[in-house]
């Protein structure tokens, strides 16, 4: 590495050490967030995923998209303060060392994907994205946990050591000396000149020096500086994001593009009746909604529907990308279409199906929870209004405690299975 090429003395292992702990818990958080996500989503036969608390998945969900945001700033920080090591020389000593440094590799850019994936998916925007952003996400998640935690396995012990030196507060205390000054001539550190232990100090050959952490300001930029202007930045990125799922912060969204009250009837809309392709489907006098149970099948029109016994419920939209908003939907409860077919409500595995011919999302199972749950209601209403024709009119599926993508709209289809 070129003397003097990287001159800033605040990056240090302690600055790369605090900022790795911020980034090991905001990936932390946001890889368990996500895996319920999924499961609830895809859930194998030892999952169960309950109807209550009515808002949970929209704090576990809220959770996950802002903890991935927060990572954001924390991430580029995080780089910055390691980034000179790509030009070490000779770029591997030894085999471990080599496979090392490829783990990091893939760390690096599997979080690149994940949180520029997720901020794409956030934004709605996937025309950079050629291939299901969904199951990437899911499967390079994994690979980011795995390379984390053999990065978290390495540098422990480096970590410890720069965390533990008490940072001295004399006046006397010789200036500059915080950072390493990554590509000063001399001595190299540790890490270049392959040495393993330097100075009596508990290091393992990577990054710590004696004089590493000292002082406090170097050239008019600190490292609390620094790490205060990243804690700053990643607190802005929340307060301005997090309202898209948390009522009070709403008026302060502007880092991503939903609001939950922008859209008809004061509620977001992904998908459009028009790009869905349903609009004459579901406005026709042809209407019917299909219950269907083995060896018993009927068909409702508007009427019927409404001439049943109606429920109001208050619950929310919790949306996989992060916004969320709470509407008062009222119809027919589904575990009372469930009993009119014949079966059994408390014991039913239901399927609902949409109007809409193709598309991802144009069907839900129903879990046996959700089905029982007097909550779960087959809206025609929000608001006291008829639903709007974008929020699934004639009706929809809304039940608690449910990603949004299982809320389907525009329904023509329940299938009811009996459990035994
Ligand atoms: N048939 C159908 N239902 C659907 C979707 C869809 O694409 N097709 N999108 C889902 C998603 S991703 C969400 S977040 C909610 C949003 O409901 P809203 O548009 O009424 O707010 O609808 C869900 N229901
Ligand atoms: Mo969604």
Known sequence: MRAGAFPSRVRSARLSSWLGLALGVAFGVCFVTGLLSHLVQHPPGWFGWPSRPVGLYRFTQGLHVATGLASVPLLGAKLWSVYPRLFQWPPARSVVHAAERVSVAVLVAAALFQVVGGVLNVGRWYAPMPFFFTAAHYWVGWLVIGALLVHIGVQLPVVRAALARPVPQRPGDRAGTEGEPMGEDEPVSADVAGGDVVRGDVVRGDVVRGDVVRGDVVGGLSRRGILGGVAVAAGLVTVTSVGQTAGPLSPLVVLVPRRPDDGPQGLPVNRTADRAGVRDLALGPAYRL???????????????????????????????????????????????????????????????????????????????????????????????????????????????????????????????????
Do not use: F
């Open 290 to 420: 299909t219950v269907a149970a083995p060896g018993r099948e009927i068909g409702l029109g508007l009427d019927a529907l409404h001439a049943l016994v109606q429920h109001t419920v208050e619950l929310p939209i919790s949306c996989v990308e992060g916004w969320s908003a709470t509407g008062l939907w009222s119809g027919v409860r589904l575990r009372d279409l469930v009993a009119l077919v014949g079966t059994d409500p408390d014991r039913a595995a239901v399927e609902v199906e949409s109007l809409e011919a193709a598309g991802r999302y144009r069907t839900s199972v129903v879990a046996p929870e959700h089905t029982r749950d007097p909550l779960t209601l087959i809206a025609l209403r929000l608001g006291g209004e008829p639903l709007h024709l974008d929020h699934g009119y004639p009706a929809r599926l809304i039940a608690p405690n449910r990603p949004g993508v299982m809320q389907t709209k525009w329904l023509g289809r329940i299938t009811v299975r009996e459990l035994r």
